[in-house]
């Protein structure tokens, strides 16, 4: 099971607004609603920012919303703050891995 | 509140054996699949595999099957992951993390291990 493609970096300057994609197949992305994203500040544990494609969990600000438009899942960022300077990796079930779950390969967001 | 909390950092030297923990708490620890997440030096994140506490079902991902063993004593809800022989390639954290219905969503603080000479 190949991992999921995201781009390496993308950046952007305070307030702006910024959109990670996440590329898959129909056999993962494209065929299930079950997309999620992950922020990872360095040395700390990943942190679940959007479930099932669009979905945020409690605590986690509105500025952070995901979609999804055949095998590619985005997640966007709006009113890009510092604290939102970090890696953040997609992940989604598959029907192609006993495990049923991958994870994107990864992008570093920079706030200019 | 739920929580994992793992073993703390370990350095091993090439060839020796090595078990890590996972204890949570905050949940009914049976009820919930349980994995371990591998995080290389500057890398992304690898899924290892994942064990149902409750009947010990137990999935591995392919490039981790025969390398590593995952348990769980539910008594005292805990996972485990396990090496017989690590080597140096093995140098990584790894995190437990909680499959729950809105994602993976509670991880342990993770655990480092170094392996080296």
């Known amino acids: 099971q190949s991992a999921l493609t995201q781009p390496a970096s993308v950046s952007g300057s305070p307030g702006q607004s910024i959109t990670i994609s996440c590329t898959g197949t129909?056999?993962?992305?494209?065929?299930?609603?079950?997309v999620s994203w992950y922020q990872q500040h360095p040395g700390k544990a990943p942190k679940l920012m959007i479930y099932?494609?669009?979905n945020r969990p409690s605590g986690v600000s509105n500025r952070f919303s995901g979609s999804k438009s055949g095998n590619t899942a985005s997640l966007t960022i709006s009113g890009l703050q510092a604290e939102d300077e970090a890696d953040y990796y997609c992940?989604?079930?598959?029907?192609?891995?006993?495990?049923?779950?991958?994870f994107g390969t990864g992008t570093k967001v920079t706030v200019l | 509140e739920v929580q994992l909390v793992q073993s703390g950092a370990e350095v091993k030297k090439p060839g020796e054996s090595l078990k890590i923990s996972c204890k949570g708490s905050?949940?009914?620890?049976?009820?919930?699949?349980i994995g371990w997440v591998r995080q290389m030096p500057g890398k992304g994140l690898e899924w290892m595999g994942i064990?149902?506490?409750?009947?010990?079902?137990?999935r591995y991902s392919p490039s981790f099957q025969g390398q590593v063993t995952i348990s769980a004593d539910k008594s005292i809800s805990t996972a485990y992951l396990q090496w017989s022989s690590l080597k140096a390639s093995d140098t990584a954290m790894y995190y437990c993390?909680?499959?729950?219905?809105?994602?993976?969503?509670?991880w342990g603080q993770g655990t480092l291990v170094t392996v080296s000479s």
């Open positions: 993390a909680r499959r729950g219905i809105q994602g993976t969503d509670y």
């Open positions: 905050g949940y009914s620890f049976t009820s919930y699949w």
């Open positions: 064990i149902y506490p409750g009947d010990s079902d137990t």
């Open positions: 129909s056999s993962d992305v494209g065929g299930y609603n079950y």
């Open positions: 099932d494609v669009s």
């Open positions: 992940s989604s079930y598959t029907s192609s891995s006993t495990l049923n779950y991958v």
